[in-house]
């Protein structure tokens, strides 16, 4: 293939990918879109591969993260494409000198494997650089409704990104094969990819608990006026989740433990702000059960907490968990000077949320069940980093509430792709998992990822569940440290070996 046809490939298949994902969901595209990545970068020297690799991944994160450009613009939206694009063209490097080192044999049988495990590494990268990592649009997140998704409940999203990235490279192995008329390896290869994406229908997934269940009543307040000002509306957001909460209580839905507001409900902390404290506590007066609520804390000196905290019927804090991975240029600014000269919607953040310590939990005392159940505390893009979601079930989590607010991103997919991971989380911890949000998609999910209730972006919205507790331990969550870690390290092993290689035979006498 020539340069620009190499390069349309890559670009294409980048699209593809983008079209796996929420809201359009196509799955199935996660591999050819791969596959096509793998055609592009076939016979790449290094720089090639590069440029290949980093034209996918821009056209990937492109339409993928269009909801950035709702939130704060198109020179943001196009910066943070570009800069994760390049993550791919890192990989598409890699791959080019494992690929060209020799060090593989065996054909596609054996390249497939390294391609796989090259991406997970190059994802779980994307995951923890610059500034904590962003995740978003790890190939797992894609793969929800096909059955290599339940491989989650084993290995979390890099077993799940591994197994999808193997059978896009058997797809474009075979494809390969086939172009040099290799009928054998061209028509059994996506056949194996096949059978890779089947192999979760070998995991034993089950929707029950333990017996105990809770019952919570879940508010999705909404707002009229969505957008970066919603923050302005903070009274009328308030209110919005205090009168959602008298309407589903009229409805007498059943007992309730706990009610469950998103993330920035009461931005106006309660315990400093009489107004909110007296809509807080009429909404669970009337409950008859405590609220778990999302507000700053206004405390530090030198920045704010976005906490989540439980609030009883008597006007009393249980607990709290403060959120331990801000969002960069969006809850806090690094480098704000530079930043500052690309955009100047970094001076909406006028306070930088810090980080929060401890495990994303809180303890709340059920009487109905006579004892204190520990609930996982995830907020808003925290649930796409793997050590807070699997830390908080390590930490004693038996259900999951993922609480958020999705006002910023208008009727974009934005909420859905959030969606997708909280039904991953599932999977991966075998607990039932909550989204709630201030304007939508909130969901109720089992512990299958199968969603039991959702509910529509910009309305306001009431749901009640009886969500099954569990207390046992998934093999993703005993081995998450090993999860997190071992892509990453196989991968750099390979890429050293590779370049070692390499560089060996290119100075041998």
């Known amino acids: 293939m020539t340069f620009l046809l190499r390069l349309s490939v890559a670009g294409v298949g980048g699209l593809a990918l983008a079209a796996a994902f929420p809201d359009l969901g196509w799955w199935p595209l996660a591999y050819v879109g791969l596959a096509a990545l793998w055609l592009s970068l076939a016979r790449a020297q290094a720089w090639g591969g590069f440029l290949y690799g980093w034209a996918f991944g821009t056209a990937f994160m492109l339409p993928h993260v269009w909801w950035a450009h709702e939130a704060v613009g198109a020179i943001p939206w196009v910066a943070l494409s570009v800069a994760s694009g390049a993550f791919y063209g890192l990989f598409g490097a890699a791959w ?32 923890v650089v610059p500034f904590g990592g962003f995740p978003w649009g790890r190939i797992a997140f894609s793969q929800l409704d096909a059955s290599v998704s339940a491989l989650a409940w084993v290995g979390g999203a890099a077993l799940v990104s591994f197994a999808a990235a193997l059978a896009g490279a058997l797809l474009g192995g075979g494809l390969e094969a086939l172009m040099r008329r290799h009928l054998v ?56 989740h205090r009168d959602g909460t008298l309407e589903l209580v009229a409805t007498d839905p059943g007992p309730i433990d706990l009610v469950v507001w998103p993330e920035n409900s009461v931005d106006y902390d309660p315990r400093t702000d009489a107004d909110s404290a007296a809509m807080v506590t009429e909404a669970a007066q009337a409950a008859g059960a405590p609220v778990l609520l999302g507000t700053n804390d206004y405390s530090p000196d030198d920045g704010r907490y976005n906490t989540s905290l439980v609030w009883t019927p008597g006007g009393m804090v249980l607990d709290t968990y403060a959120k331990q991975r801000p969002a960069p240029f969006a809850e806090y600014i690094p480098l704000r000077s530079i930043a500052r000269n690309f955009s100047d919607e970094v001076d909406r953040v006028t306070t930088d949320v810090l980080p929060g310590e401890g495990p994303a939990t809180v303890d709340v005392p059920i009487a109905a069940l006579d004892r204190t159940v520990t609930i996982g505390t995830v907020i808003c893009f925290e649930v796409a980093y793997d050590p807070i979601v699997t830390g908080s079930v390590a930490s004693g989590a038996e259900v999951l509430i993922v609480q958020t607010n999705n006002a910023s991103f208008g009727d974009t997919a934005e909420s859905t792709q959030q969606l997708a991971m909280s039904r991953l989380r599932a999977i991966e911890t075998g607990r039932s998992t909550v989204q709630i949000s201030t304007v939508g998609v909130s969901g109720v999910i089992d512990p299958t990822g199968r969603i039991l209730q959702e509910t529509e972006l910009f309305t306001a919205a009431q749901m009640y569940a009886e969500t099954p507790l569990r207390t046992d331990i998934t093999p993703a969550v005993r081995f998450r440290l090993v999860w997190q870690w071992l892509p990453l390290v196989v991968a750099l092993g390979f890429v050293g070996s590779a370049v070692s290689r390499r560089l060996a035979n290119r100075y041998e006498w």
């Open 185 to 240: 390896t061209g028509l059994a290869a996506p056949i194996a990819g096949i059978a890779v994406v089947a192999s979760g229908m070998a995991i034993p997934l089950s929707p029950q608990g333990e017996g105990e269940e809770l019952r919570l009543a879940i508010i999705q307040g909404n707002v009229e006026n969505p957008g970066l000002d919603a923050f302005a509306n903070a009274r009328e957001v308030t209110a919005n």
């Open 96 to 127: 080019a000198h494992v690929r060209r080192s020799g060090m593989l044999r065996g054909g596609v049988w054996a390249e497939a494997p390294v391609f796989a495990v090259l991406w997970a590494g190059m994802e779980q990268l994307r995951s």
